[in-house]
Nanobody
Framework: QVQLVESGGGLVQAGDSLTLSCAAS????????MGWFRQAPGKEREFVAS????????VYSDPVKGRFTISTDNSKNTVSLQMSRLKPEDTAVYYC??????????????????WGQGTQVTVSS
């Protein structure tokens, strides 16, 4: 059974940095795309960033481009999201996702068939 477990969320101030990690287990992820999505209160879940497990294919949403970095560590079966210059509008529950349907990075939620439980990130002004 595939499991994705996020960690690293918390309460920070605007301008701070935070790194989220997602530990993946249950199968080999070398042929998978991995992604991070977020859902703010009262809003729909939205795409944040995605990477192919090889790391060669990357894509970011416009609001986080230049501030967030997604990466994989194949030796640890983890995918990380380094977030810098955080803003109050980055406050959300962040979800890790894995796709066995594509080996390339993807913005589309329907491409992802495995999801973590989410970790809360709160950015105070």
């Amino acid at each position: 059974q595939v499991q994705l477990v996020e960690s690293g969320g918390g309460l920070v101030q605007a301008g701070d940095s935070l790194t989220l990690s997602c530990a993946a287990s249950g199968r080999t992820f070398s042929e998978h795309a991995m992604g991070w999505f977020r859902q703010a209160p009262g809003k729909e879940r939205e795409f944040v960033a995605s990477v192919s497990w090889s790391g060669r294919s990357l894509v970011y949403s416009d609001p986080v481009k230049g501030r967030f970095t997604i990466s994989t560590d194949n030796s640890k079966n983890t995918v990380s999201l380094q977030m810098s210059r955080l803003k109050p509008e980055d406050t959300a529950v962040y979800y890790c996702a894995a796709s066995s349907r594509t080996t390339y990075s993807s913005r589309q939620q329907y491409d992802y068939n495995y999801w973590g439980q989410g970790t809360q990130v709160t950015v105070s002004s």
